[in-house]
């Protein structure tokens, strides 16, 4: 399964290749992190206000000390990177990015280790999505050395952010936008890439308890031919009146249904979603197939090679809100869950919709096998089971 996933991804990198940006250039990472400027922040945060954050760290609302910045000038390319104070990384009112949206991010999490190192999880996946995207939105391809290399100067700069708890881990952005001072509808001849970190702890405020979705009638997240496998800004502001009409329903996010047919099930919210079929050892673990409008997840990925390894069926296949719906019926379908850097897994136990109908699935609790998967997985980034994939990166 994850040869086939792969190859899902490597079919889309291509384009990257045409665009004239090599997805992995001849200089080593290393030397990519060694030549990032280091100019280090003259206020970063004392002690004590590092600890009072990291007590209670929520998600994505503090930032440790610096970023790690580099721009490409067209004719020119991507300019030296620089570690500069966090403060230091704003642009002007008039860039490209706040008014024709050129602007992708992506997420990843690093984790201190029993042995004291600190690593993160599949960045050179990371890299090859955040190229994708940058393809699609008319950007140049940020490549993989800087990608990388910025991770390692960024988490050695501010390693006292990483926490050692459970339940917390440093969570970090990089991201790209057209940074040009202009008016004119065009992709932008200047371009900024910044990565950023932040301590956080669980996504939800609840921690790993079942959500309530609504399914969109109303509202589209992606259509063919548009961005929905680029993980762009745009798609995520387009999300977000579909979110609010599902906390208006009480439901804790929005799942999406395709555009065209308006019957099948695609993302819940900026996750990837997974259904259980059976239990025990027989079950059955389905994704939504990858169309074009649904983005490729990394999580999404590596839980179907988990699955596999712990010797589940898996499939990628394109499924009806009707058949999640009597699937739960009959006990055909026994669990459901999302999942996504941020959250890793949760679980799903509740549906409403107002053109679909109400149910619960299984009896409405975190399911066994939703929760083994998720430990599975949680065990490998964090150190605590044996990394047979070798997804994990050293960044300290």
């Known amino acids: 399964m994850t040869q086939v996933v792969n190859q899902d991804l490597a079919v889309s990198a291509a384009q990257v290749v045409a665009s004239g940006s090599p997805l992995y250039p001849p200089t080593s990472r290393q030397s990519a992190a060694q030549k990032i400027k280091r100019t280090p922040s003259d206020h970063p945060a004392t002690k004590e206000q590092r600890e009072e954050i990291l007590a209670a760290p929520g998600f994505g609302k503090f930032f440790s000390d610096h970023v790690v910045r580099a721009t490409w000038l067209k004719g020119q390319g991507w300019q030296p990177a620089e570690l500069v104070a966090a403060d230091a990384s704003a642009g002007g009112l008039s860039i490209n990015a706040l008014h024709y949206g050129q602007s992708i991010f992506e997420g990843l999490k690093a984790y201190r280790h029993p042995d004291g190192g600190i690593y993160t999880f599949r960045p050179e996946a990371n890299a090859l999505r955040f190229q994708r995207s940058a393809y699609r939105l008319a950007l140049p391809p940020v490549p993989t050395d800087l990608f990388i290399g910025a991770l390692e100067v960024l988490v050695q700069a501010d390693q006292a952010w990483v926490s050692s708890e459970p339940d ?139 699955a596999a390894d712990l010797g589940y069926q898996v499939e990628e296949v394109k499924i009806t809100v009707d058949q999640w719906r009597e699937g739960c019926a009959s006990g055909e379908i026994t669990e459901s869950f999302a999942c996504g850097t941020a959250a890793v897994i949760t679980p799903v136990g509740q549906v409403d919709s107002k053109d679909f109908g109400t149910w619960t699935i299984g009896d409405g609790t975190p399911g066994e096998i939703t929760m083994k998967l998720r430990q599975a997985l949680v065990d490998i980034q964090t150190g605590r089971a044996v990394d047979h994939h070798n997804w994990m990166h050293r960044l300290v």
Request: net charge neutral.
């Open 168 to 306: 917390q881990a440093f969570y970090l952005r990089p991201l790209e936008f057209g940074s040009e001072p202009a008016l004119g509808v065009k992709p932008s001849d200047h371009v900024t890439y910044v990565l950023m970190g932040s301590p956080v702890g669980s996504y939800f405020a609840n921690g790993v308890s079942p959500v309530k979705v609504w399914i969109s009638g109303e509202f589209v997240r992606a259509a063919p031919g548009g961005t929905g496998e680029a993980k762009c800004a745009g798609n995520y502001a387009a999300s977000l009146l579909a979110q609010s009409e599902a906390a208006a329903q009480g439901c804790d996010q929005v799942v999406w249904i395709d555009a065209n047919e308006r019957k099948y099930i695609e993302e819940m919210g900026g996750m990837n979603l997974f259904f259980v079929y059976g239990k025990g050892a027989q079950a059955k673990i389905v994704t939504p197939k990858l169309t074009g409008t649904l983005l490729p997840g990394v999580t999404r990925d590596s839980l179907l090679t988990l």
